[in-house]
């Protein structure tokens, strides 16, 4: 197999060194840039001086770098300009429950404020409108745990004032151009969707359309004058497409469109409320102007650098833009973008280590299932010559995605690049099921957990076996979430298909998993018995499909991480099937992170367990592997 040419001709045919860890999986040297609303003051994330990320601030075109928030251990992920433009909110959870609070840190003064300091809730934001600076509308399951009802939230004094009462099946909220809550979807015992609409803040709320349980459907915005609602919909449709929808009668205009791949994401004007371009993500994203104002400006944005690009953010003057470049084979990198003279300046990019570092090409790849249906992925191959010796074949990693309706996507992947590094192809597979590809293939993975979805995976490792040029002796299969749950699936369901597995906070019992879920989840459970199973009606089916009772069929090496507060695959999920591996004799090794939840956030967390999983790797396929050496502040504990 041909290896991919690194970045240095100078380095062909050597084996390249190893990336640190700490540039893979550690936090970023800057990353997420947002310009203030009057375009003055630049936000970016940064770690502090004890590696935890924060909220720094520069002048906008200066070198006064600050820092402004004070996080103590998780740091912040997630933050947004207030239009006040005197605040900036961030949220945070406790050690990944979930349980979101949002905070407003003061820019001048640097003074913190919890706006939702309610313990156990969660809080999400619903909406923030320039014409209403001094306010935002937030959801919470403060009166109910099952429920999210809106809140008003004042940025001047904290209040928080009750606005809409959730009706017990409402998961999507919509406030209209002056910031009142008047379009809603809620989810129907057959698991389909109607999206209500209310004509005035506090009158009765009527069915304005319906989708069925094998549609999609969702919320854009409101049209600046409130006459026109904007929504994505599967309907009479096989892909996603925008509609412009009346308010009055539910009539529909289709504003854009693909036959084949669902819209993804959009630009949209903050002030008019114009949609100026929509994203449809087929190999790689693809914009498509719908204003002819920005027209020439996507065309010259697109023309800065290879790669995808996002405009992300910019003033409300709309002079600047910060538009983010993503490759598959080095870092993001953060531009602003000046409209009148269509010149782009880069800011900075988020790991400049990467420069310069022979890293992966990410190759599009298409393959027919047994049954004919196409599925499409992305395979990697290692950056040096046959994975090791010369003439022999790279050993490869079927790393899956999580959702299951999410999807693998082109791009710089850093555990794809740990991967293609220590000397593995890396293939991923949107199985059937996958967002991204039409009505008709998500539908395809409906009760087909453990089915046919895992037969999608495994027709993705014999193509690979055919095609790529791997070692088909030595295949790992790894993920997180569903992907966790495929890496049991592919050790007892096929237990000879694999050499190992890694899984991160997989589910081992579809019957639990459902059984125990997050309360907030309760809307949403009619579309997870339509799509999954009934948890009371099909539990012998769900039993059938779950790993947990298949797992004296193991015959390979399984690596488990954990993470003790996760509030949608529980401990226990983990803990089940590790108990039954250890009475049957088969080998595991678990590992659990006392402050992590559904994944693994903290920066010394991210490093101990790919550490873990590296030398098992190694062990187990014969790649190469940095040693682990001293990682500070990490919270795993054995079981």
């Known amino acids: 197999m041909p290896a991919t040419q690194p970045h240095d001709p100078d380095t062909a045919g050597r084996t390249p060194p190893l990336i640190p860890r700490t540039v893979l999986f550690g936090n970023p040297k800057r990353s997420n840039p947002q310009l203030s609303p009057d375009g003055k003051v630049l936000a970016y994330l940064a770690p502090d001086?004890?590696?935890?990320?924060?909220?720094?601030?520069?002048?906008?075109?200066e070198d006064d770098d600050r820092v402004l928030t004070a996080d103590r251990k998780r740091g912040i992920r997630m933050y947004m300009w207030a239009y006040d433009g005197r605040q900036l909110l961030y949220f945070q959870d406790a050690d990944g429950d979930e349980n979101w609070h949002i905070y407003a840190a003061d820019v001048a003064g640097g003074a913190v404020r919890d706006l939702t300091p309610f313990a156990g809730v969660q809080a999400q934001i619903v909406a923030v409108d320039p014409d209403w600076p001094q306010e935002i509308l937030v959801s919470m399951n403060l009166r109910d745990r099952h429920v999210h009802d809106v809140f008003r939230v004042n940025l001047r004094n904290g209040a928080v004032e009750p606005d809409t009462e959730n009706p017990g099946n409402v998961f999507d909220w919509l406030a209209d151009a002056k910031l009142q809550v008047r379009a809603a979807v809620a989810i129907r015992p057959d698991g389909g969707y109607d999206l209500t609409i209310r004509d005035t803040p506090g009158g009765p709320w009527r069915r304005l359309l319906e989708w069925g349980p094998d549609d999609s459907g969702s919320l854009v915005t409101f049209s600046k004058d409130n006459t026109t609602l904007y929504v994505r919909s599967s309907q009479d449709a096989n892909a996603i497409r925008l509609l412009a929808v009346s308010p009055e009668d539910g009539t529909q205009t289709p504003v854009a469109e693909d036959p084949q791949y669902d819209m993804g994401g959009m630009f949209i004007h903050p002030l008019t409320r114009e949609i100026q371009a929509?994203?449809?993500?087929?190999?790689?994203?693809?914009?498509?102007?719908?204003?002819?104002?920005?027209?020439?400006?996507?065309?010259?944005?697109g023309k800065v650098r290879r790669g995808e690009f996002k405009v992300t953010g910019g003033d409300l003057a709309d002079r600047t833009w910060i538009v983010t470049y993503n490759v598959d084979d080095g870092p993001v990198h953060y531009y602003a973008y000046d409209r009148a003279s269509r010149a782009a300046t880069l800011l900075f990019t988020n790991q400049p280590a990467l420069e310069g570092v022979p890293l992966a090409r990410m190759e599009?790849?298409?393959f027919p299932a047994r049954d004919g249906l196409t599925l499409h992925g992305y395979l990697?191959?290692?950056?040096?010559?046959?994975?090791?010796?010369a003439g022999e074949k790279p050993p490869a990693v079927l790393l899956v995605h999580g959702g299951p309706w999410g999807r693998d996507c082109w791009g710089y992947h850093p555990g794809v690049q740990w991967l293609a590094n220590r000397g593995y192809a890396v293939l991923q597979v949107n199985f059937r099921g996958s967002a991204?590809?039409?009505?008709?293939?998500l539908n395809a993975g409906n009760r087909e957990w453990a089915g046919k979805m895992h037969d999608d995976l495994i027709d993705g490792v014999g193509w690979l076996g055919e095609t790529g040029g791997v070692d088909a002796e030595r295949i790992a299969i790894m993920g997180g979430s569903y992907g966790g749950y495929a890496t049991l699936v592919g050790l007892t369901f096929t237990p000879e298909a694999f050499a190992c597995g890694v899984d991160v906070v997989g589910p081992s019992n579809l019957v639990t998993l459902l059984r125990n879920a997050p309360p907030y989840w309760a809307p949403f459970m009619p579309m997870m018995h339509y799509r999954v199973g009934h948890v009371e009606r099909d539990e012998e089916f769900l039993k059938s499909r779950s790993?947990?009772?298949?797992?004296?069929?193991?015959?390979?090496?399984l690596l488990i991480g954990q993470g003790a507060n996760d509030p949608r695959v529980k401990q226990a999920e983990s803990d089940q099937i590790v108990a039954a591996m250890r009475k049957a004799n088969l080998p595991v090794e678990y590992v659990v992170y006392a402050d992590e939840g559904h994944g693994f956030a903290r920066p010394a967390n991210q490093l101990h367990f790919h550490a873990r999983a590296e030398g098992f790797l190694a062990k187990h396929l014969g790649g190469r592997a940095e040693p682990v050496g001293q990682i500070e502040g990490h919270s795993a504990q054995d079981r």
């Open 436 to 441: 991204g590809y039409g009505r008709a293939f």
């Open 380 to 389: 990697t191959r290692p950056t040096h010559p046959a994975g090791g010796a």
């Open 49 to 61: 001086d004890r590696d935890v990320l924060q909220v720094w601030l520069r002048t906008f075109g």
């Open 547 to 557: 790993p947990l009772f298949r797992a004296e069929q193991i015959r390979r090496p």
């Open 278 to 301: 929509v994203a449809f993500y087929r190999e790689t994203l693809q914009w498509q102007v719908l204003d002819a104002s920005v027209a020439a400006d996507f065309e010259a944005l």
């Open 364 to 366: 599009p790849v298409s």
